[in-house]
């Protein structure tokens, strides 16, 4: 059974005091949603922007605003590096003031699916370095700590190894860029296809581990992980000090926790009873779309979070 179909009956059958806290949707201008107690989470989830534009409207500031009203308390986007200055700077403003912290945004030079690092050629690195140094004017005004980094394309026509040992001199030449910023680039392995490098949590654990700074560390993605790997506790156990970073994604579809099979319920217990037991606290990127559309999808969205973040 579809796991927001277990969830709607599951809520009319019980009640609300079933999923501790009932649904709370704040209402802004652009908003019909009724405006009700302002939930709370254990985890720090992170949603984008455009996923409550229906309800909060397109201003990317209401939008912040209908996210910490209803107990989402990061932000993730992943354009924010090709973003005005200015918006940035008042992104970085607004988070502040609502009590907010900043997610990821992408290190992106270009097109990161036409590059690779592993290549080892020099305009590849070149550029790259240069988008990091850009990566961290933004972050100071954003008031971001970490960028995700994607190392780009396999190649074919060079063993492994060597294409490893190019990966690494790059991110640590990166490293020396963020390490005196305090910030840190967070590497994702991917399975959008089967050409890129960087696909496996083990793999980018070995990569961390050979860089040797506080500044490159693993994003742990749980969408990617599960649709490459599975087994998700285990490898976030085995990855686990390496892992900076969490995002979220149901599969299939790659939309809110309870439209597919993964048991977000238990992993969100796993991440944070092991996050609390080592005095740590991750950002959850809700790197998805949503499973139905405008408000009313908005609205079961907040639903399916409240519901998961309930152990």
């Not at 390496?242 to 238990?266: C, L, V, W």
Request: aromatic fraction near 10%.
């Amino acid at each position: 059974m579809n796991r927001r179909n277990f969830l709607s009956k599951s809520v009319l059958a019980a009640g609300a005091t079933t999923i501790g806290t009932p649904t709370a949707v704040f209402a802004t201008e652009n908003s019909s949603i009724k405006k009700s107690v302002a939930p709370t989470y254990k985890l720090l989830y992170a949603p984008h922007f455009g996923m409550f534009e229906n309800s909060a409207g397109k201003d990317l500031f209401d939008q912040l605003k209908f996210m910490a009203e209803n107990g989402f308390m990061a932000l993730e986007d992943n354009g924010m590096l090709n973003r005005s200055t200015e918006t940035q700077t008042k992104i970085g403003e607004t988070l502040a003031k609502l009590g907010m912290k900043m997610g990821v945004f992408v290190v992106d030079g270009g097109d990161n699916w036409k590059t690779s690092l592993a290549t080892g050629k020099k305009e590849f690195l070149e550029n790259f370095l240069k988008t990091c140094r850009a990566s961290v004017e933004t972050a100071k005004r954003c008031n971001a700590k970490f960028m995700t980094v994607v190392p780009g394309y396999f190649e074919r026509n060079l063993p492994l190894g060597i294409q490893t040992a190019n990966v690494i001199d790059a991110l640590r030449r990166a490293c020396d860029i963020f390490e005196p910023h305090n910030l840190t680039m967070v590497l994702e392995p991917l399975s959008d296809n089967a050409d890129l490098f960087l696909r496996h949590s083990d793999q980018t654990y070995m990569i961390c581990k050979a860089v040797n700074s506080p500044s490159c560390k693993i994003l742990f993605d749980m969408w990617h992980m599960q649709r490459n790997e599975g087994r998700m506790t285990q490898n976030m156990d085995w990855c686990w000090e390496e892992i900076a970073y969490f995002q979220i994604g149901d599969e299939p579809g790659r939309k809110e926790p309870t439209t597919g099979e993964i048991n977000y319920k238990a992993l969100f217990k796993h991440i944070y009873d092991k996050s609390k037991a080592n005095n740590q606290e991750f950002i959850m990127g809700m790197e998805h779309g949503n499973f139905a559309k405008g408000k009313e999808g908005e609205a079961k969205l907040i639903e399916a979070y409240q519901w998961s973040d309930n152990f």
